[in-house]
């Protein structure tokens, strides 16, 4: 997780402590009703983590998922370039060999 979402969620999870006992300390509701107010509080702080959590999960593979086909087309690239290679290769050690076979030829003569 990055270091600014790490701190956006240790806020959020400190707003929402802080909220829910300042609610506690100036509720003019009985005790039952407060804390049905503090589990809804809670309920939907984490909604709003595991959405947030969501986000992030989501971003990460998308990154990653970029990353893959990057280095895919990357080594796809590089094989085709090195096929390429291999038959340029190939073409200039077949005319060495015709080369070495007239210097051949030519030194029996």
């Avoid at 006992?21 to 005790?31: R, T, V």
């Avoid at 992030?56 to 990154?63: E, G, L, N």
């Amino acid at each position: 997780m990055s270091d600014n979402t790490g701190k956006t969620v240790l806020a959020l999870l400190a707003g929402a402590a802080i909220g829910a006992g300042l609610g506690i300390l100036f509720a003019p509701d009985k005790g039952s009703e407060t804390r049905r107010k503090i589990r809804e509080g809670i309920d939907h702080e984490k909604d709003v983590l595991k959405h947030r959590l969501s986000d992030v999960t989501d971003k990460i593979k998308s990154r990653f998922s970029k990353a893959k086909m990057d280095l895919e087309s990357e080594v796809d690239h590089l094989l085709a370039n090195g096929d390429h290679k291999k038959e340029e290769i190939i073409e200039a050690l077949e005319k060495k060999l015709a080369e070495l076979k007239n210097q051949g030829a030519n030194a029996k003569n």
